[in-house]
C-alpha cells in the first residue's frame, strides 16, 4: 500500500492566487519530508527540506517567501505556492523515509498556472 | 561535488531482451542508492534499494542492481523486458539515513515490440 500520500494530485489555479500542496506519511511519522520539482522531461529537483516543529530547510535559488513550507505534525508536511505565475507550473513531489531506510515518494502534484 | 550519473538518456530494447541501465555517483562514501521508475505523469515508484550487505539486491518487477564499490556503480538490470517497463529510470543517491536524495538526470526507457 502507498506509504505517502500526496493532495491534490492536480491543480489548476489562476495568476496570483495560492495553492497549498500536502504530504501525508501514512501510518507512520515523519520528522523530515523533502520537497522536489520537476520540470517537463527534467529531472527531480531538491527545493527545500520540511522539519517538523521548525523552520524549513531551504535549497540555493528557491525563494523561501514564495515556497511556504508547513510541517505542524509528525505525518503532514504542506508546500504552498504564493502568488502563482505560469512559470511555477510544474510538478511537485514529497519524500520521506521509513523506518525500513528506503525513501518513499508521493504520486506528485501538478500544478497549473493560468 | 556529489553527483549522480546515468550516461544514457535514452535506450531502445526490443521486447524479451535484456536491460542494464547505468548509474554512477561521486561520493566520499557508500551512499544509501536506489532505483526509481516513474510513468508519465505519475509519481516515483521504488523498484529497489541498496545501503549495506549484499552488494546484489532484488527488487520489484523482476529488477536487480549490482553495487560495485570499486566502480562507484549502481547498474540495473532486468534478464528479459516487457512492454510495461516502458518509463523513465532515475538513479538517486541518499548520503545519510534522512537526508535529501540526489537524483541523476534518468533514462528513458522504450521498448520495441
Known amino acids: 500500500g502507498a506509504v505517502v500520500s500526496q493532495h491534490p494530485s492536480r491543480v489548476i489555479c489562476k495568476s496570483g492566487t495560492s495553492v497549498k500542496i500536502e504530504c501525508r506519511s501514512l501510518?507512520?511519522?515523519?520528522?523530515?519530508m523533502f520537497w522536489y520539482r520537476q520540470f517537463p522531461k527534467k529531472s527531480l529537483m531538491l527545493m527545500a527540506t520540511?522539519?517538523?516543529?521548525?523552520?524549513?530547510?531551504?535549497e540555493q535559488g528557491v525563494e523561501k517567501d514564495k515556497f511556504l513550507i508547513n510541517h505542524a505534525s509528525l505525518t503532514l508536511s504542506t508546500l504552498t505556492v504564493t502568488s502563482a505565475h505560469p512559470e511555477d507550473s510544474s510538478f511537485y513531489i514529497c519524500?520521506?523515509?521509513?523506518?525500513?531506510?528506503?525513501?518513499?515518494f508521493g504520486q506528485g502534484t501538478r500544478l497549473t498556472v493560468v | 561535488a556529489q553527483s549522480v550519473t546515468q550516461p544514457d538518456i535514452h535506450i531502445t530494447v526490443s521486447e524479451g531482451a535484456s536491460l542494464e541501465l547505468r548509474c554512477n555517483y561521486s561520493?566520499?562514501?557508500?551512499?544509501?542508492l536506489f532505483w526509481y521508475v516513474q510513468s508519465p505523469g505519475q509519481g516515483l515508484q521504488l523498484l529497489l534499494k541498496?545501503?549495506?550487505?549484499?552488494?546484489l539486491v532484488q527488487g520489484i518487477k523482476g529488477f536487480e542492481a549490482e553495487f560495485k564499490r570499486s566502480q562507484s556503480s549502481f547498474n540495473l538490470r532486468k534478464p528479459s523486458v516487457h512492454w510495461s517497463d516502458a518509463a523513465e529510470y532515475f538513479c538517486?543517491?541518499?548520503?545519510?539515513?534522512?537526508?535529501?536524495?540526489?537524483f541523476g538526470k534518468g533514462t528513458r526507457l522504450h521498448i520495441l515490440p
Open positions: 501510518d507512520f511519522q515523519a520528522t523530515t
Open positions: 538517486a543517491v541518499g548520503l545519510n539515513r534522512d537526508d535529501k536524495i540526489i
Open positions: 520540511s522539519n517538523e516543529g521548525s523552520k524549513a530547510t531551504y
Open positions: 561520493y566520499g562514501a557508500t551512499p544509501y
Open positions: 519524500s520521506v523515509w521509513t523506518a525500513n531506510t528506503e525513501a518513499f
Open positions: 541498496y545501503f549495506s550487505g549484499d552488494t
